[in-house]
């Protein structure tokens, strides 16, 4: 469970040439233990069949990638997705809401909903929200009002 754990948490964050680095230190703290083979179930099916519909090839890589953001999401609140124009990042996350929506009730899955915003679009005081120095009065920040509306969902 340790070991799932720490890939789970820590794969996603890496980049391609870390993980050489990571899968050694794994071997050398757990020499015994196989890695641990996960069943994805429905979940994989469900994001095979939204790939077809959205006329995405539903490629092992990119597939892989749809697993590392949803057990980041079971970890985190919140997230942010970086990588290359073009990478998949859009993709990847609506593929994974589509997917987890579409088996609404099945297992702990629910319908997923997703709030997107650029960070360095606006100010830290615009995204967090800051007191009004002449009215000292607190202006409650886009990620405040976002995660308000969640709450009342």
């Given at each position: ?45 469900a994001v095979k069949n939204v790939c077809k519909k ?22 985190r609140h919140g997230l942010m997705i970086v990588g290359p ?69």
């Open positions: 469970m340790l070991l799932r754990a720490l890939r789970d948490v820590n794969v996603p964050k890496f980049l391609k040439d870390d993980l050489p680095l990571f899968e050694n230190i794994i071997i050398d703290l757990f020499p015994t233990t196989k890695k641990p083979d996960v069943d994805r179930g429905v979940l994989l099916e959205r006329f995405l090839q539903s490629i092992p890589m990119f597939v892989e990638k749809v697993f590392q953001l949803y057990d980041t999401t079971v970890v124009t073009g990478g998949g990042k859009t993709s990847c996350y609506k593929v994974l809401a589509a997917a987890q929506s579409a088996l609404n009730g099945v297992d702990d899955y629910h319908k997923t909903n997703y709030h997107v915003l650029n960070p360095k679009s606006i100010t830290m005081d615009q995204l967090y929200g800051a007191l009004d120095p002449s009215s000292g009065e607190w202006n409650d920040g886009i990620a405040a009002r976002i995660i308000g509306n969640c709450s009342k969902d």
